[in-house]
């Protein structure tokens, strides 16, 4: 099992810098000039790679009025399926030049296939690594078919048991996915934070020894910081230009400036993370010398005896370690010593008798 994911010439895992993603999805309104603006936005805003999602109304579902068809409880209650889909599909003939787009900028460009004809079309393509949605985790066949292409693969949990995850993980390994991450993922839209339980990402790692992250449908930037500071190596979240618009994902996604403001949040808990580390760092070893230390508070003349009055530990760190107090105390001074001392043991004559 590899506990790293490789893109590309991109190392993603423990240890390894976040990988940020934006999503697309269907916030480009059906305008192609729209989704490179959005791909732009998203390399300005400080994000690895770029996602989009292949399908067709088609090929994701039917044109059907039958009640089971219908969207119910959601931001999208009303519409049936065929319908929201034929809003929010990115039509395929843009995608091989939005690959370029995003190549061009030094972004990686990936895409969630939805079927087998989604599949090929991104294997024709030469993606570098496939994605795999929450809803299609159970969809063994399709997982079979993306892991026969060899590619790594990235795959969203959400609304998965602990059972459904294994069953999904073993059918991508045993069709040929040398590289898999897992994605913690609440599919609500958009996720309230007590459903987030982002404690689960750690256990993901330790039960399936891979890279995990984070498919986010929060709103805001806390989730994504919070999940990386439990241990999220990944990071997926919806960019849009504007939340005013009116598409099917507006609404819990990012402008630009917040995903901006999300990835140097991600980058400064990077930083603030570092390694487990006991010793002083180099900032902290100049403040050293403010710890306490022991210094003689009173005048002392010779041969006088260092008790709690003249003997104290005190800032700053010039005298003796404060370990030594106890045996100071009741020992003579070998000289005079003028208040303000830092105390060494050459001050430190022999004990009273």
Same mark, same amino acid.
Request: with cysteine; aromatic share 8%.
């Given at each position: 099992?590899?506990?790293?994911?490789?893109?590309?010439?991109?190392?993603?895992?423990?240890?390894?810098?976040?990988?940020?993603?934006?999503?697309? @999805?269907?916030?480009?309104?059906?305008?192609?000039?729209?989704?490179?603006?959005?791909?732009?936005?998203?390399?300005?805003?400080?994000?690895? *790679?770029?996602?989009?999602?292949?399908?067709?109304?088609?090929?994701?579902?039917? =044109?059907? =009025?039958?009640?089971?068809?219908?969207?119910? =409880?959601?931001?999208?209650?009303?519409? @049936?399926?065929?319908?929201?889909?034929?809003?929010?599909?990115?039509?395929?003939?843009?995608?091989?030049?939005?690959?370029?787009?995003?190549?061009?900028?030094?972004?990686?460009?990936?895409?969630?296939?939805? =079927?087998? @004809?989604?599949?090929?079309?991104?294997?024709?393509?030469?993606?570098?690594?496939?994605?795999?949605?929450? #809803?299609?985790?159970?969809?063994?066949?399709?997982?079979?078919? +993306?892991?026969?292409?060899?590619?790594?693969?990235?795959?969203?949990?959400? $609304?998965?048991?602990? &059972?459904?995850?294994?069953?999904?993980?073993?059918?991508?390994?045993?069709?040929?996915?040398?590289?898999?991450?897992?994605?913690?993922?609440?599919?609500?839209?958009?996720?309230?934070?007590?459903?987030?339980?982002?404690?689960?990402?750690?256990?993901?790692?330790?039960?399936?020894?891979?890279? %995990?992250?984070?498919?986010?449908?929060?709103?805001?930037?806390?989730?994504?910081?919070?999940?990386?500071?439990?241990?999220?190596?990944?990071?997926?979240?919806?960019?849009?230009? @504007?939340?005013?618009?009116?598409?099917?994902?507006?609404? #819990?996604?990012?402008?630009?400036?917040?995903?901006?403001? $999300?990835?140097?949040?991600?980058?400064?808990?990077?930083?603030?993370?570092?390694? %487990?580390?006991?010793?002083?760092?180099?900032?902290?070893?100049?403040?050293?010398?403010?710890?306490?230390?022991?210094?003689?508070?009173?005048?002392? &003349?010779?041969?006088?005896? #260092?008790?709690?009055?003249?003997?104290?530990?005190?800032?700053? *760190?010039?005298?003796?370690?404060?370990?030594?107090?106890?045996?100071?105390? *009741?020992?003579?001074?070998?000289?005079? +010593?003028?208040? *303000?001392?830092?105390? &060494?043991?050459?001050? %430190?004559?022999?004990?009273?008798?």
């Amino acid at each position: 099992m590899n506990q790293c994911l490789h893109i590309h010439n991109r190392k993603i895992g423990a240890g390894q810098p976040v990988f940020i993603v934006a999503e697309m @999805s269907a916030n480009h309104g059906q305008d192609f000039d729209q989704a490179v603006k959005i791909i732009r936005a998203a390399k300005e805003a400080g994000a690895d *790679g770029v996602k989009l999602q292949t399908y067709t109304p088609d090929t994701i579902t039917i =044109d059907c =009025d039958n009640d089971c068809f219908v969207i119910k =409880d959601t931001i999208w209650a009303g519409k @049936s399926l065929y319908q929201l889909y034929g809003e929010a599909y990115t039509p395929w003939e843009w995608q091989p030049e939005l690959q370029q787009v995003a190549h061009s900028l030094g972004l990686e460009f990936f895409s969630t296939p939805f =079927d087998a @004809s989604a599949v090929d079309f991104l294997e024709g393509m030469d993606v570098r690594v496939h994605k795999v949605a929450s #809803f299609e985790l159970v969809d063994l066949p399709l997982l079979k078919k +993306i892991g026969g292409t060899g590619k790594p693969v990235i795959l969203s949990t959400g $609304m998965a048991t602990l &059972a459904e995850i294994d069953e999904a993980v073993r059918a991508l390994r045993q069709s040929g996915a040398s590289e898999l991450a897992l994605l913690k993922c609440t599919s609500a839209y958009p996720a309230p934070l007590e459903e987030m339980n982002l404690r689960t990402i750690a256990h993901l790692a330790e039960a399936f020894a891979v890279p %995990v992250g984070l498919s986010d449908h929060s709103m805001g930037v806390a989730v994504p910081v919070a999940a990386v500071s439990v241990g999220a190596c990944i990071i997926e979240k919806h960019l849009t230009l @504007s939340r005013s618009s009116t598409g099917p994902d507006s609404a #819990f996604s990012l402008e630009p400036a917040e995903f901006k403001a $999300m990835v140097n949040a991600v980058r400064q808990t990077e930083q603030a993370l570092g390694r %487990v580390r006991y010793d002083p760092t180099a900032k902290e070893k100049q403040s050293r010398i403010f710890r306490r230390s022991l210094f003689v508070v009173r005048d002392m &003349a010779a041969g006088e005896e #260092f008790t709690q009055r003249n003997t104290a530990s005190i800032r700053p *760190g010039h005298g003796l370690h404060p370990r030594y107090l106890e045996m100071v105390l *009741g020992r003579r001074a070998s000289v005079a +010593i003028t208040r *303000g001392t830092p105390l &060494a043991w050459e001050l %430190v004559g022999e004990a009273s008798r």
